[in-house]
Nanobody, 115 residues
Framework: QVQLVESGGGLVQAGGSLRLSCAASGSIFSIDRMGWYRQAPGKRRELVAFINKGVSTGYVASDSVKGRFTISRDNAKNTVYLQMNSLKPEDTAVYYC???????WGQGTRVTVSS
C-alpha cells in the first residue's frame, strides 16, 4: 500500500505563490505516476498535473493553470511538488495527491486565493 500526505496549502492573495508537497511512503516502488488533482466547491475533481516514474519533467494537464503551475519531484524524499504561481481566486480548491496504479489518495490540502 501507498500512503500520501499533502501539505503546503493555505490562504494567499491573488498573484501570490504556494508550493504544495506530497510525501509518499509504503510501497513506493509500485508507483508509476503521481499526480495532483483539485476539487473546487460544487465542482468535479480535475487533474491538474502529473509526473511519471523515472522522468524528471512532469505534465500540466489543466489548460487553466498552464504557464503558472509546475510539477516536480525529489526522489530522495519520495516527494512530489506542485509549484503554483500567479494564483487566481478560481484556483481555490482542495488539492489532492494521487498515485497510479495504486489509486492512493491523500487527505488533501486546502488552497484559498483571495481577490
Amino acid at each position: 500500500q501507498v500512503q500520501l500526505v499533502e501539505s503546503g496549502g493555505g490562504l494567499v492573495q491573488a498573484g501570490g505563490s504556494l508550493r504544495l508537497s506530497c510525501a509518499a511512503s509504503g510501497s513506493i516502488f509500485s508507483i508509476d505516476r503521481m499526480g495532483w488533482y483539485r476539487q473546487a466547491p460544487g465542482k468535479r475533481r480535475e487533474l491538474v498535473a502529473f509526473i511519471n516514474k523515472g522522468v524528471s519533467t512532469g505534465y500540466v494537464a489543466s489548460d487553466s493553470v498552464k504557464g503558472r503551475f509546475t510539477i516536480s519531484r525529489d526522489n530522495a524524499k519520495n516527494t512530489v511538488y506542485l509549484q503554483m504561481n500567479s494564483l487566481k481566486p478560481e484556483d481555490t480548491a482542495v488539492y489532492y495527491c494521487n498515485t497510479i496504479p495504486n489509486n492512493a489518495w491523500g487527505q488533501g490540502t486546502r488552497v484559498t486565493v483571495s481577490s
